[in-house]
C-alpha cells in the first residue's frame, strides 16, 4: 500500500476489533469509530493534500476499501458515501467550495449523498426534488429515501433540479427542514446508516450550491462514478472475507473421515470463490488504472466493476454459506453477514440489470477492435 | 486571436472530432447538437469531459461542465482554448 495510506489498516483492525457483528445487529456504528476515522482523511482518502486530504490514489484507495469491505461492509459503505461527496464537491465545487467543504470530510465531519426518491430508483431522470434560486438564497424542496450514511452526516450532498438543468446542493443535516429518519432494518449493511429525507422548504445560501446547469444524468453519473468504483472493491473485500472463511473452514472440518476441501464437490466451491476474487480484483484494478491515468474508459471500467463486483460477490457470499453450512447459519456470522451485504450491492448504484444496460449501450456502440 | 491561437483552436477541434466520430463511428460536423441528436448517452458525456482533461491537459470543473459546453464540437473546442487561455501553445 503506498504511503498516504500506511498503518491505515491497522488503525481499521483496532476500531472494528471483532464488533461488526454486533454492529450489524444493533445497527449502528458507534460515533467515535466514525469520527476517528473521518479526522484521519480515511473514509474519503482520494482528496488532495491540497484540501486536507490523503491524496491516495484510486489503486491504493481501492485496495483500502477492500480491507474495510472484508471486516465490515456497513463501515465500507459509510465510505463509500463520503468519499463520493468528497468526489461530487470536487467534480462540481469552485475552488471556494474545495476550500470549505473538503478539509471537514477529511477532518471529522461525515457526509452522505441523496439521489434516489420515492419514484426515481433506477430511473433517476425522474427526480422532482428542486433547488430553487431566491436572490443569494436557495430553497429546496423534496423527498429523498434510501440515502447511505444519512443517519450519520453532518451535510448531506443532495442531487435535484434547477433551472433548466441540475445541481448538487450541500445540506447541513441541522438545517431547519431537513428531517431524517431511519430506513427500519435494512437487509444488509444494517449499519450503514440508510435514512430517508426529507427537505421541506430548507433555506440555504447560494454558495451551498455545487455546480449548476449541468445535465442531470451527466451530474448523476459523474457523482455515481465514485460510488461504484467503491462498490466494486467493497465487493472484493467480501469476496476476500468469504474465501477467508471457506477456506478456513474446509481446512479444518472433517467429515466422512477427511477434511472437507478433500471432498471435490467443496473443493469446487472454494476453486470458484478463489476465481470469483481474482475476477473481481483484477477488474477493479483495471478501472482504478484508468482512474489514475485520467483515462476515459474509467466511465465504463468503472460501470464493468461494480457490475463484475456485485454479481460475484452475491455468488461468492452463497458459496462460501454453502461451504460453512451450519457454522455460519446464525445472525451476524461474516458469512452470513456476507450474503446479505453483497445481495444488496446488487441493487444499488446502479442495479445489475442498470448496469447490464449501460455495459450493452456500451458494446452496441463502441468502435470495431 | 493570434496565429498561434488559431492554430491551436483548429487542431483542438480535429482532435475532438476525430474522438467523437470513433466514438459515435459517424462524421460529426461542428456545429451539431450532440446532445439533440441522441449521438450523447450521459455516459459518454463523462468519457467526453474525461477525454478532454487528458487530451488538452486542462481541468473541467463546476459550472464548466454545462451541458453547453459539450453540445457540439464547437463548443467543445472554445472550452478547451479558453481552459488553456492562460498557458503559451507547446509548439512554440
Known amino acids: ?369 | 486571436m493570434s496565429m498561434d491561437q488559431a492554430v491551436t483552436a483548429e487542431a483542438t477541434e480535429q482532435a475532438i472530432t476525430a474522438f467523437v466520430s470513433e466514438r459515435v463511428k459517424a462524421e460529426v460536423p461542428a456545429d451539431q447538437d450532440l446532445f439533440g441528436s441522441g449521438l450523447v448517452s450521459s455516459m459518454f458525456a463523462m468519457e467526453l469531459v474525461v477525454h478532454l482533461e487528458q487530451a488538452f491537459s486542462v481541468q473541467i470543473l463546476g459550472d464548466d461542465l454545462k451541458r453547453d459546453n459539450f453540445r457540439t464540437i464547437a463548443a467543445m473546442t472554445a472550452l478547451v482554448v479558453r481552459l488553456r487561455g492562460g498557458e503559451k501553445p507547446a509548439d512554440v
Open chain 1, 1 to 369: 500500500m503506498s504511503e498516504p495510506l500506511a498503518g491505515a489498516r491497522e488503525i481499521v483492525d483496532d476500531l472494528v476489533g471483532d464488533r461488526a457483528a454486533e454492529w450489524d445487529r444493533t445497527g449502528l456504528i458507534p460515533d467515535d469509530v466514525l469520527r476517528t476515522l473521518s479526522a484521519r482523511g480515511l473514509l474519503c482518502a482520494g482528496v488532495p493534500e491540497a484540501s486536507g486530504g490523503l491524496g491516495a490514489s484510486s489503486a491504493a484507495n481501492g485496495e483500502f476499501t477492500a480491507f474495510v469491505g472484508s471486516r465490515c461492509s456497513s463501515l465500507r459503505s459509510v465510505m463509500t458515501s463520503q468519499g463520493m461527496a468528497a468526489w461530487t464537491i470536487q467534480r462540481l465545487g469552485s475552488a471556494q467550495q474545495h476550500a470549505e467543504y473538503l478539509p471537514k470530510l477529511a477532518g471529522g465531519q461525515l457526509a452522505a449523498v441523496a439521489f434516489s426518491e420515492p419514484e426515481a430508483g433506477s430511473d433517476l431522470s425522474a427526480m422532482t426534488t428542486t433547488i430553487e434560486q431566491d436572490d443569494d438564497t436557495v430553497v429546496v424542496r423534496g423527498q429523498k429515501v434510501w440515502t447511505t450514511a444519512a443517519h450519520y452526516a453532518d451535510m448531506i450532498v443532495v442531487v435535484g433540479r434547477y433551472g433548466s438543468g441540475a445541481a448538487a446542493v450541500v445540506v447541513p443535516a441541522s438545517a431547519p427542514g431537513v428531517t431524517v429518519t431511519r430506513v427500519a432494518q435494512p437487509s444488509g449493511c444494517r449499519a450503514a446508516g440508510h435514512a430517508n429525507v426529507t427537505l421541506d422548504e430548507v433555506r440555504l445560501p447560494a454558495t451551498a450550491v455545487l455546480g449548476g446547469g449541468q445535465p442531470l444524468m451527466l451530474l448523476v453519473t459523474t457523482a455515481l462514478a465514485y460510488g461504484r468504483i467503491s462498490v466494486a472493491w467493497g465487493c472484493v473485500g467480501i469476496l476476500r472475507a468469504c474465501l477467508d472463511a471457506a477456506r478456513g473452514h474446509a481446512r479444518t472440518r472433517t467429515q466422512f473421515g477427511k477434511r472437507l476441501a478433500d471432498h471435490q464437490l467443496v473443493a469446487r466451491h472454494l476453486a470458484n470463490l478463489l476465481t470469483s476474487e481474482q475476477i473481481a480484483t483484477r477488474v477493479c484494478e483495471h478501472a482504478s488504472r484508468c482512474w489514475d491515468q485520467g483515462s476515459p474508459e474509467m466511465v465504463v471500467a468503472t460501470v464493468l466493476a461494480k457490475q463484475v463486483g456485485a454479481v460475484q460477490a452475491a455468488q461468492g457470499a452463497a458459496t462460501a454459506v454453502q461451504v460453512l453450512g451450519s457454522a455460519a447459519a446464525h445472525e451476524g456470522h461474516v458469512v452470513e453477514r456476507a450474503y446479505r451485504d453483497a445481495k444488496l450491492m446488487e441493487l444499488i448504484e446502479g442495479s445489475t440489470e442498470i448496469c447490464e444496460l449501460i455495459l450493452a449501450d456500451h458494446a452496441v456502440s463502441m468502435p470495431a477492435t
